[in-house]
C-alpha cells in the first residue's frame, strides 16, 4: 500500500514538475496583448475584413456605371449564301402583285466601329448606388459586432484563466500547508501524542489537494487552448496570463448606442433605401445618350486587284425609356418590401429594449459583486487567521487534527468564493460595456 501511494506522489510530482516548466517558458501576456493578437490573427475577424472589402469593391463597381463606356465592336461574315429578297415585279415594269426572287451583297462582310454609351438619368443606377453604399455601412458595423464578439469572448476566456491561475497558487499554498501539517502529525505519532487516523487524515487531506490541483491544471490548459484559438495562434504555443487582476471600478459609463442598435439600424436603412429606388424605378424614365462611328467593308472574290471596298458609317443619339406597366410586378415588390421594413422596424424596437434590460441587469449584477466583494474577502481574512489560530492550538494538543481540517477547509471555501465573487463582478463589468457601446472604446 505504501508503495503504490510513493508511486501516486511520484506521477503527480513529475506532473507538477512539468506543468511548473511549462509555465516557466510560457510568456506572459496581458489582456490588451491577447486583443491584440486576435484583432490581427483571428480567423473570424480576418474573414469580415475580407467581406468588408468586398464590399467596398461593389460600391465602385456599381459607382462605376456612371462613366461613359467605350467599346470596339468588329465582325467578320462570310457569306456561302448570299440572302434572298423578294422584290416587286412592278418596279421593272411587271404585273402588280408578283414578286422575283434577288440576292443581295456580296460573300465578304467586315463590321468594325466604336461605340459610345452615356448615361444622362437613370434612377435605377442612382438607386442602385445609394443601396449598394447602405450595404457597405451594414457590412462595416457587422465588421465592428464581430470585432466586439470576439473581444468580449477573449476578454471573458481571460478572466477565466487569471481566475484558474490564482487557484493554483492558492492550491499550492495549501499543498505546501497540507505537507507541513502531515509532517508535524508524523511527528507527534512518533512521539505517541497522536493516533495513526490522525495522520491518514492528514494525508488524505493532502492527496485531495494535489488531486484537486491536477484537474484545475487540465482546466487551465483548456482554457488557454481557447484563448490560443481566439488570438489565432496554434494550441500548442505555450502562454501565461498575468495572475494580477487590475481592474478600475467604475459604476457606469457614458450611454453610447450599442452596435446591436446600430445593427438594426443599419438593416432598417438598407431596407428603406431599397424600397425608395423600387417607387422611383416605377414611375421615372430612364435616358441615355448614345454614338458610334465606325466602317463596314464589302467583298466578293471575283473583283480583281481588290478584296474589300471599305465605307464609313456614324451616328449618335439619345434613347429615352419609360416604364408603362410591367405586369404589377413592382408594386407587389413594394408592397413585400414595406412588410419587411415593418418588421425592421420591430426588430429595431425590440433591440433597443432588450438593450436597455441587459444594462439594468447589468448594472445590478455589477453592484452587487462588488458589495459582496468586500464581505467575501472580509471572510477569507477572518478564515486564515481562524486556521493560523488552529494550527498554533493543534501544536499545543489543545484542539484535534479534524478541527485543523475543518478550518483548512474553510479557507479553501472562502478563497474560491473569493474569486467566483472577481469573475462575476469582471464579468458584469465586461457586459455593461458591451451593451452600453464602450467596449470597443475601452
Known amino acids: 500500500m505504501k508503495l503504490v501511494n510513493t508511486h501516486k506522489q511520484l506521477v503527480l510530482g513529475m506532473v507538477f514538475i512539468l506543468s511548473s516548466l511549462q509555465m516557466i517558458n510560457a510568456q506572459t501576456w496581458t489582456l490588451q496583448q491577447c486583443i491584440d493578437s ?66 443581295f451583297g456580296v460573300p465578304h462582310h467586315l463590321n468594325a466601329d466604336l461605340t459610345l454609351a452615356i448615361p444622362i438619368y437613370n434612377p435605377e443606377l442612382y438607386g442602385n448606388i445609394k443601396t449598394s453604399r447602405a450595404a457597405s455601412e451594414l457590412t462595416r458595423i457587422q465588421n465592428l459586432k464581430s470585432k466586439e464578439e470576439v473581444f468580449f469572448e477573449v476578454s471573458t476566456v481571460y478572466y477565466n484563466a487569471q481566475i484558474i491561475a490564482q487557484s493554483l497558487d492558492f492550491i499550492d499554498s495549501n499543498i505546501l500547508n497540507a505537507r507541513q501539517l502531515l509532517k508535524n502529525v508524523e511527528l507527534l505519532q512518533t512521539q505517541e501524542l ?13 492527496l485531495q489537494l494535489e488531486k484537486e490541483r491536477e484537474s484545475t491544471t487540465v482546466k487551465y490548459d483548456r482554457v488557454i487552448n481557447v484563448l490560443n484559438f481566439l488570438m489565432g495562434r496554434a494550441l500548442n504555443e505555450p502562454i501565461k496570463v498575468n495572475k494580477t487582476i487590475d481592474f478600475e471600478k467604475i459604476e457606469n459609463y457614458t450611454r453610447e448606442t450599442s452596435l446591436s442598435v446600430q445593427l438594426a439600424e443599419a438593416r432598417n436603412t438598407l431596407l428603406k433605401t431599397q424600397i425608395n429606388t423600387l417607387q422611383k424605378t416605377r414611375y421615372l424614365p430612364s435616358l441615355n445618350a448614345f454614338a458610334s462611328y465606325g466602317t463596314t467593308g464589302y467583298g466578293y472574290d471575283e473583283e480583281p486587284n481588290r478584296f474589300l471596298n471599305f465605307y ?45 434590460v441587459n444594462i439594468e441587469n447589468a448594472l445590478s449584477e455589477k453592484d452587487n459583486a462588488n458589495r459582496t466583494m468586500e464581505i467575501v474577502e472580509e471572510q477569507l481574512k477572518l478564515a486564515e487567521l481562524i486556521y493560523d489560530q488552529t494550527i498554533l492550538q493543534h501544536s499545543e494538543g489543545i484542539v484535534s487534527l479534524t478541527d485543523v481540517i475543518m478550518a483548512e477547509t474553510d479557507v479553501n471555501k472562502a478563497q474560491m468564493e473569493y474569486l467566483a465573487t472577481i469573475i462575476e463582478y469582471l464579468k458584469a463589468d465586461l457586459k455593461l460595456k458591451k451593451e452600453s457601446g464602450n467596449l470597443l472604446k475601452n
Request: no cysteine; glycine share 6%; proline share 5%.
Open 38 to 103: 486576435a484583432e490581427v490573427h483571428n480567423k473570424r475577424l480576418r474573414i469580415n475584413s475580407l467581406e468588408m472589402e468586398s464590399s467596398l469593391q461593389q460600391v465602385r463597381v456599381v459607382e462605376g456605371n456612371r462613366i461613359p463606356k467605350l467599346n470596339l465592336n468588329a465582325d467578320y461574315k462570310y457569306f456561302t449564301d448570299l440572302p434572298y429578297q423578294l422584290m416587286p415585279m412592278s418596279v421593272f415594269g411587271g404585273p402588280e402583285g408578283q414578286f422575283k426572287e434577288a440576292q
Open 194 to 206: 497522536v493516533t495513526g487516523t490522525d495522520v491518514n487524515r492528514a494525508r488524505l487531506k493532502l
Open 312 to 356: 464609313p458609317k456614324g451616328l449618335a443619339g439619345i434613347q429615352l425609356s419609360m416604364p408603362l406597366f410591367n405586369g404589377m410586378v413592382t408594386k407587389r415588390k413594394v408592397i413585400s418590401k414595406q412588410l419587411e421594413i415593418d418588421a425592421s422596424s420591430l426588430q429595431l424596437e425590440l433591440m433597443q429594449d432588450q438593450t436597455d
